[in-house]
């Protein structure tokens, strides 16, 4: 047995299965090849007869051999048919092997026969044309039947070792010489068989592992794919009753901010504020790198104005940055980009709260933009402590964070995910950075052809959701209780709901058409936020504004959401960036703010 089946043992096939299985593929080869070796053998023996058709030999003993050979071929044949109707898994390596092996046996002796019944003493001519043949014929089966070296012998001694011994008994020197020579071919033709088989068996028993292991690595890749979608099936899940609870506590201690007026308590729920904002960003990121090792995000590319997304991180960063003496300068611009918004905006906002954080008081952040050509170069510019040459590729490695910034930087991966959206987006990142002096980080992206609608930035008119009638539809009481109460602080008239039967019930005894819907994606039935959308907007025949405020990580109801104008907002939203997003909704749909009748 070949050494390559003694390191079986570690794979799913022990020594003895895997040699059952070079067994039966070698069984199945020499079957395979059964038709051809049979139509072989019979032209063989029709070109012996002819050859000798005019020597000395009874014709009709020359006829009863080719008869013989057509025998033995014609029951090959017929083992040829039951070989193939047979089940695989019910061909026994054993049978087969043995029904094989008689017939090649068969074989060998008919043709050795010939040495004693075709053999012409008196024609030194006849004889060399038999012992071609005989030599020929041998030859021949080199290559068929070595695969079976049981087989190979039995065929091979039988049909040369009679006329090896014939020329022998002839005793003189010119048929000793062709005695000698057949003995050779005899010796040459086993030395390449021996070899021929111990190879082709080789190749099985290597073929045969080499199937295993890409059997256990495509096992293994499968098991690792489950697990990887198990575990981001997991965060997101998590992420989403995290980032609920996180903006029912954001709503919450916002009102709390303006209902209580004593500093003490409002150093108190700033902490808890921003203690909540961690959290809500420490899951935001896990979920964020567990989507991408899963291949879960499918990036969807647009025109994207970048004035919206700045006055975003303004609105998120502009307090921070001030609490903490840093000057923030934003560039305004009018330029547009070809990007995915969600994801531009995460990364521009993970450079932001590193440059912020890792900026002393008295520093400044300076976010701006450089037209270059067809493409936009993004820089966010920070007079921080800057980075070490060494560690300007490290930083981009997950978990790693500089050495010496003791404050609390969160988990190190925000420049990770940072890269590998950029990655994702077909973007270029550079980081050119000092020791001391600070760091400018800068997103090399395509210039969108024209600037997106919602890069002309209006100017907001006086409270423009005073009065307006607002449909809040979420199924966590905790965050529809303070989503309901900051909207109503900011005079908006509120229709609350859990699902969508409950929204239209409530709306029933209206009179006027919702100005605004602002729902919750998952709602915890089989309908999601985009279908209530569809509903609402589908019973009042108007396009209604509408902001999906969601807590679910996912990426397919992005393209749904955009091809409808609705928004996306990710919890935890600031009260800040949802009054903003609110405004914009009817910015846009300007042309019908005025009060419309609910259709009959």
């Known amino acids: 047995m070949p050494a390559a089946v003694h390191n079986a043992g570690n794979r799913d096939e022990s020594p003895r299965s895997l040699a059952e299985r070079v067994r039966r593929e070698q069984i199945r080869a020499l079957y395979e090849e059964l038709p051809f070796s049979a139509l072989g053998m019979t032209i063989g023996g029709v070109i012996v007869v002819a050859g000798l058709w005019q020597s000395n030999t009874p014709r009709s003993l020359m006829i009863l051999w080719l008869g013989l050979i057509a025998a033995n071929q014609s029951w090959r044949l017929l083992l040829y048919r039951q070989f193939q109707r047979a089940e695989p898994a019910t061909r026994s390596t054993g049978l087969w092997g043995r029904r094989w092996a008689l017939g090649a046996l068969y074989s060998g002796l ?40 049981r087989s190979f012998f039995l ?19 010119m048929h000793l010489w062709m005695a000698a020579v057949c003995a050779l071919v005899l010796c040459v ?17 290597n073929r045969f592992l080499l199937d295993d292991e890409r059997r256990l690595a495509e096992r293994a890749r499968q098991q690792a794919e489950v697990a990887t979608q198990a575990k ?19 709503l919450l201690t916002d009102q709390l901010a303006q209902a209580n007026h004593d500093p003490k308590q409002h150093e108190r729920v700033a902490a808890i504020a921003a203690s909540a904002r961690t959290v809500g960003r420490l899951a935001d990121d896990l979920l964020s790198v567990s989507r991408l090792d899963a291949g879960d995000i499918q990036p969807f590319v647009t025109a994207v104005a970048l004035q919206p997304l700045f006055d975003s991180i ?8 001030a609490q903490q003496g840093i000057a923030l300068r934003i560039q305004p611009t009018p330029l547009a980009v070809t990007t995915d918004r969600m994801l531009l905006e995460r990364i521009v906002r993970n450079l932001a709260s590193n440059a ?14 450089h037209a270059e050509d067809n493409a936009v170069r993004i820089e966010v510019r920070d007079t921080g402590i800057g980075i070490a040459p060494q560690d300007q590729q490290r930083i981009f490695d997950e978990f790693y964070q500089v050495a010496g910034s ?20 077909g973007h270029r990142l550079t980081v050119e950075s000092m020791p001391g002096r600070g760091s400018t980080f800068g997103i090399h992206l395509a210039a969108a052809a024209a600037p997106a609608p919602e890069s002309v930035h209006e100017p907001a008119l006086p409270n423009p959701l005073r009065g307006r009638v ?11 209780s303070g989503m309901a109460d900051k909207l109503r602080s900011w005079d908006l008239e509120v229709f609350a709901a859990t699902d969508a039967d409950q929204a239209l019930a409530a709306l029933e005894g209206a009179r006027h058409v919702p100005a605004l819907i602002v729902a919750d994606y998952q709602l915890g039935t089989d309908e999601n936020g985009i279908a209530l959308v569809d509903r609402v907007r589908s019973r009042f025949a108007s396009p209604i504004p509408a902001l999906l405020v969601t807590g679910y990580g996912g990426d397919e109801h992005r393209a749904p959401a955009a091809a409808r104008g609705i928004r996306i907002l990710a919890k935890p939203v600031k009260p800040a960036q949802l009054r903003l997003a609110l405004e914009d909704a009817l910015r846009i749909e300007g042309s019908r703010w005025e009060t419309r009748s609910v259709p009959s």
């Not at 040495?115 to 001519?125: E, R, V």
């Not at 607002?470 to 529809?480: I, M």
């Open 110 to 149: 008919t043709w050795g026969s010939s040495a004693l019944f075709m053999f012409d003493p008196a024609s030194a001519n006849y004889q060399a044309y038999l012992v071609i043949c005989l030599v020929g014929v041998t030859a021949g089966a080199l290559a068929l039947v070595t695969i079976d070296l």
């Open 356 to 369: 912020v954080r890792y900026t002393r008081s008295g520093g400044s952040v300076e976010i701006g933009v």
């Open 189 to 205: 033709l086993i030395k390449f068989g021996l070899k021929l088989n111990r190879e082709l068996e080789q190749s099985l028993y």
């Open 470 to 480: 607002a449909l809040l539809v979420d199924d966590d009481a905790a965050v529809l």
């Open 406 to 425: 003791a404050a609390s930087k969160g988990l190190g991966i925000g420049l990770s995910i940072v890269q590998r959206f950029v990655e994702l987006l």
């Open 232 to 250: 981001s099936k997991f965060l997101q899940a998590t992420s989403h009753d995290l980032r609920n609870d996180v903006q029912a506590i954001s």
């Open 314 to 321: 303004e609105l998120e960063f502009g307090h921070l940055a």
């Open 155 to 173: 065929f091979i001694v039988p049909t040369l070792l009679p006329i090896t011994a014939r020329l022998v008994a002839e005793a003189d020197r």
